[in-house]
């Protein structure tokens, strides 16, 4: 199985801790990159400062309560994008907000996933996101 460029945008250490665990138990070879604020997400896509050698990611796993620029900022950013818009964004986030929630696929977010509290049903959640965005959809190959 093929594996597919990660961008993890999360400000947690525990979350993305967890998160690189999950991933790398599926023993899927993807490549995963992780910054910490939003600012960081929007240099990393544009290739800026350390950035310069990052390769455009196929799937970023994006937190909405993030430091600098939050996570509803960076998907707006993502999705007016030329170059970026067809990239899959997946908000995977603490906050059930309603408000949250519609504002995210109002900005085509491609799904919105609440991290769960317990630690092996948030295992569970980012196995299954992988699993999905690796195994079953297809990806376009050139953006």
């Known amino acids: ?25 599926n023993k899927i070879a993807n490549t995963i990159r992780v910054v910490r604020d939003g600012l960081q997400a929007m240099k990393f896509l544009n290739k800026e400062g350390q950035y310069i050698a990052e390769s455009t990611p196929d799937l970023i796993l994006l937190d909405i309560n993030l430091p600098k620029v939050d996570g509803k900022e960076v998907l707006s950013f993502i999705k007016n994008h030329e170059d970026y818009k067809s990239i899959p964004v997946v908000m995977l986030t603490t906050s059930t907000s309603e408000k949250d929630i519609l504002d995210s696929y109002k900005a085509y977010a491609n799904c919105y996933i609440a991290k769960p509290v317990d630690l092996g049903k948030f295992m569970d959640v980012v196995k299954s996101i992988e699993n999905f965005w690796v195994t079953i959809v297809q990806l376009p190959i050139n953006r």
Request: aromatic share 0%.
């Open 1 to 25: 199985m093929t594996g597919i460029s990660i961008l993890l945008v999360e400000d947690n250490e525990g979350d993305i801790i967890l998160t690189l665990e999950a991933l790398k138990e």
